[in-house]
């Protein structure tokens, strides 16, 4: 032992207690085990000034002769049972974060509660030599006399213990606690906190969350349902609705494959007959875009089908128009010719139908024609690297061919039935009049014809490198310096 250590015992204790909380507090949190080791050499150099100078945390503070001393060796040998207290906790939570991760922090604390009550008593006992008997006695009146005062903080309390215990839910998880739905994002002593789809803060407390429904969306992980209902006429062939909102399912391709989209019949009254389609998707951020582009295309392809959704008021039977004159009322391009120019225009508008697995137009062919699809779905294959593959779905209302109309230039995809499809085809010769005079319905054309280049371009270009820096500072930082 140095001799100044020796000569100064007590001045080098307290100069290693604020040491240790100096480091503590310098370390960065994300070097945990270094910040553990210092801890651990600090508390056994502590240990050796006070025990090589009498100082023994197990027997009554020594200079009996000298008030000022004796109580400065009395602070320090409880310091030292306190220090104890907080290394073993410290190394305990080490251990039980690695084991259990985040959701052990509760059984940590309670660790660490008792750590402690057991160093103060022993202090108590060793250091100040009272009577531990009585102290605990006294204690325990008081615990009771707390614990009725605090009984719903207590149930709260137990409550998280059991929730971190049996792990219905962890940190990140979305969940729903009887009916408020959000994503963990912690659990201490009194409660649970979720971030809720609108951003707010929902606070429930532990004893509500143990007794309460609890559905965990992230379980399994990286499968997420939804379900979205919608009501039809009861007019309306069930079979014919059925294939049409399958049909719009394997239009939207955020859905997962497996498990397998469904649609199912759910309930029928007088008034209507409504039908739900439920499946899955891969992440939680999906579900609302998802949800909402299903039931777009569920209403679209209904409508192909000839079947509308239900509405709170329905007017007059609307007069039988043909199938290419319903079209150009419900593609976004078309729509905003006159009635005239629609009637005239959908005559000249042939009809043809493709199984799936039939090409309709290919890569690198230039079409002298338009398509419009009226019903089914159709799969827009890219290649990227010699691959082919999957850059999208189109479904009922939307135009194929518009790249060898507009600038004679070939098709960039592949465009293949996916289902059964029905298009309606526009000659060249008839479409490009139509074109000069109404400029309009020619610029929306462009602007689509523009979207799709840069889509295409954007799937099949490789992302660009980022350099990685070099350097003495890139250096450190690699090192966690």
């Given at each position: 032992m140095p001799s100044f250590i020796a000569d100064h015992p007590m001045l080098c204790a307290v100069a290693l207690i604020l040491i240790d909380i100096a480091v503590w507090r310098l370390i960065s949190p994300n070097l945990a085990n270094w910040k553990l080791a210092a801890r651990l050499v600090i508390f056994a150099v502590f240990s050796a000034v006070l025990f090589n100078d009498g100082m023994n945390p197990m027997q009554a503070a020594p200079y009996a002769d000298d008030t000022t001393l004796h109580l400065a060796a009395t602070a320090l040998q409880i310091g030292w049972w306190l220090f104890a207290a907080r290394t073993l906790t410290v190394l305990l939570g080490a251990v039980m974060m690695q084991r259990v991760g985040h959701t052990g922090r509760l059984l940590q604390d309670l660790l660490g509660a008792v750590i402690f009550l057991?160093?103060?008593?022993?202090?108590?006992?060793?250091?100040?030599?009272?009577?531990?008997?009585?102290?605990?006695?006294?204690?325990?009146?008081?615990?009771?006399i707390v614990g009725l005062a605090l009984q719903s903080t207590l149930s709260d309390v137990f409550s998280g213990i059991v929730l971190n215990t049996t792990k219905?839910?962890?940190?990140?998880?979305?969940?729903?606690?009887?009916?408020?739905?959000?994503?963990?994002?912690?659990?201490?002593?009194?409660?649970?906190?979720?971030?809720?789809?609108?951003?707010s803060l929902a606070v429930i407390p532990n004893s509500l969350a143990a007794k309460a429904k609890i559905i965990n969306f992230s379980r399994p992980?990286?499968?997420?349902?939804?379900?979205?209902?919608?009501?039809?006429?009861?007019?309306?062939?069930p079979q014919t609705v059925i294939e049409a909102l399958e049909r719009a399912m394997q239009g939207c391709r955020p859905l997962l494959a497996q498990p397998a989209p469904s649609v199912a019949f759910k309930a029928?009254?007088?008034?209507?007959?409504?039908?739900?389609?439920?499946?899955?998707?891969p992440a939680m951020g999906l579900k609302r875009e998802t949800r909402?582009?299903?039931y777009d295309l569920a209403y679209r392809h209904l409508q192909a089908a000839g079947v509308g959704l239900l509405s709170a008021t329905e007017g007059s039977t609307p007069p039988a128009v043909s199938g290419a004159r319903a079209l150009l009322e419900r593609s976004s391009i078309f729509s905003t010719l006159r009635q005239e120019e629609k009637d005239t225009f959908s005559q000249n508008m042939t009809l043809h139908t493709y199984r799936a697995g039939e090409m309709i137009l290919g890569a690198g062919e230039v079409s002298d024609h338009l398509f419009i699809v009226e019903s089914g779905v159709v799969s827009v294959l890219l290649i990227k690297d010699g691959h082919k593959f999957e850059a999208g779905r189109m479904g009922p209302?939307?135009?194929?061919?518009?790249?060898?109309?507009?600038?004679?230039?070939?098709?960039?995809?592949?465009?293949?039935?996916?289902?059964?499809?029905?298009?309606?085809?526009i000659e060249n010769e008839y479409l490009k009049p139509c074109l000069d005079a109404r400029h309009d319905i020619g610029e929306a054309m462009k602007?689509?014809?523009?979207?799709?280049?840069?889509?295409?371009?954007?799937?099949?270009?490789?992302?660009?490198?980022?350099?990685?820096k070099k350097g003495f500072i890139q250096w450190l930082r690699n090192r966690g310096l």
């Open positions: 057991i160093a103060i008593i022993a202090a108590m006992a060793y250091v100040l030599d009272l009577p531990v008997k009585g102290v605990l006695a006294t204690s325990g009146a008081v615990a009771i219905p839910y962890q940190i990140d998880d979305w969940i729903s606690i009887d009916g408020t739905e959000g994503r963990v994002t912690d659990i201490d002593w009194r409660a649970t906190r979720l971030q809720t789809s609108q951003g992980a990286d499968m997420f349902g939804l379900a979205v209902s919608l009501q039809v006429s009861p007019h309306a062939r029928s009254t007088g008034s209507g007959v409504e039908y739900e389609i439920s499946g899955f998707v909402n582009q299903l209302g939307e135009v194929i061919g518009e790249s060898g109309i507009l600038s004679d230039q070939a098709a960039l995809a592949d465009f293949s039935a996916k289902t059964y499809c029905t298009l309606y085809r602007a689509l014809l523009d979207f799709r280049r840069h889509a295409a371009q954007a799937l099949t270009e490789d992302a660009p490198v980022v350099p990685v």
